[in-house]
């Protein structure tokens, strides 16, 4: 039963068919309806939405700490795992606690995530600019979008 049809001839269809005539779209020009039973149609939409539910990957943000002064393979460890988790799809929350007198030091925080974000430039972007809150210097990095060939 595809076609064009008035309103009245579609609703005549549907109560001769003893089914709803049921709105699909009110924005299309004309309107685009369907001649099905409202429980049925309802069921449809649940699977429909459940199935996107099935595949909609959530994306966890994982939290990776540094330190201002840390040896170089503390930090290639670090940045292991914040390549790995970058890899596996999730956001990665930079953080770099400074205790004591470190908090002078101010810029080698800041040194410390410019070296991570170079080295993760081709896996992510900088959602979050590395930004100081209290003692704690914080930032965040999404996966880029993966280029399909």
């Known amino acids: 039963m595809i076609g064009v049809m008035s309103t009245r001839e579609a609703m005549e269809k549907s109560r001769e068919a003893e089914k709803d005539l049921i709105l699909i779209n009110d924005k299309a020009q004309p309107p685009v309806a369907k001649i099905i039973s409202l429980s049925k149609y309802k069921y449809q939409e649940q699977q ?17 700490r540094f330190t201002p002064f840390m040896g170089e393979g503390d930090y290639q460890s670090r940045l292991n795992k914040v390549v790995d988790f970058l890899k596996g799809g999730d956001k990665v929350r930079l953080s770099l606690q400074f205790k004591g007198r470190l908090i002078t030091k101010k810029e080698f925080g800041y040194e410390m995530f ?36």
């Open 48 to 64: 429909k939405a459940a199935e996107s539910r099935k595949k909609a990957k959530a994306q966890d943000t994982k939290e990776v």
């Open 114 to 149: 410019k070296k991570v974000i170079v080295a993760t430039e081709e896996l992510a972007t900088v959602e979050i600019q590395p930004k100081l809150l209290g003692n704690k210097l914080m930032a965040q990095l999404q996966p880029s979008a993966k280029k399909k060939v």
